[in-house]
T-cell receptor, first 113, second 114 residues
């Protein structure tokens, strides 16, 4: 079975500072990994995903994530955050052949002016 | 192109009452999903429909039923609501079945059961 751990429930960061949101997964088989973002009072939308190939994945809004198989991690990074990045971020995992995703518990990113 | 729409946006029920949450998508997607979101627990899959005419249980199906009415619509029914079903419910869709597909989410239904 797959599971996802998001190590930080809340991350405050000043505007224009870098940020890293951490995600670790557990699975004994090949996985697909995702980051979704949820802005206040909205549904989730996809930021980026790793299916195969290059371990550095670039997404929308300047975010990127690196797949590290040896550390079973898929951390999300942005070099300089904006106020508009304030949202909740969810890491999710699935495996080849499956139809469903398993989500982490979320990290609330708050960008401070 | 509205994407994924959900009705109602908010609902308050008394214990034991029933209701149906409606979801529709206008993207011609084949697969649809129902999730619940609870504080500190992320999203958990209740049911999904890989294609029209099929439905399957997810992680937390107890207390719920679903109907894939047609390709566009996927409803979630609570036959006898319980306080443990207080949650935010999200519907999502993908163009085809498969975990690698991008899921498109609706805005959610906030349900309170008293």
């Amino acid at each position: 079975a797959q599971s996802v751990t998001q190590l930080d429930s809340q991350v405050p960061v000043f505007e224009e500072a870098p940020v890293e949101l951490r995600c670790n997964y557990s699975s004994s088989v090949s996985v697909y990994l995702f980051w979704y973002v949820q802005y206040p009072n909205q549904g989730l939308q996809l930021l980026l995903k790793y299916l195969s190939g290059s371990t550095l994945v670039k997404g929308i809004n300047g975010f990127e994530a690196e797949f590290n198989k040896s550390q079973t991690s898929f951390h999300l990074r942005k070099p300089s955050v904006h106020i508009s990045d304030t949202a909740e971020y969810f890491c999710a995992v699935s495996r080849s052949g499956a139809n469903n995703l398993f989500f982490g518990t979320g990290t609330r990113l708050t960008v401070i002016p | 192109n509205a994407g994924v729409t959900q009705t109602p946006k908010f609902q308050v029920l008394k214990t034991g009452q029933s209701m149906t949450l409606q979801c529709a998508q206008d993207m011609n997607h084949n697969s649809m999903y129902w999730y619940r979101q609870d504080p500190g627990m992320g999203l958990r899959l209740i049911y999904y429909s890989a294609s029209e005419g099929t439905t399957d249980k997810g992680e937390v199906p107890n207390g719920y039923n679903v109907s894939r009415l047609n390709k566009r619509e996927f409803s979630l029914r609570l036959e006898s609501a319980a306080p443990s079903q207080t949650s935010v419910y999200f519907c999502a869709s993908t163009d085809r079945a498969g975990a690698w597909r991008e899921q498109y989410f609706g805005p959610g239904t906030r349900l309170t059961v008293t």
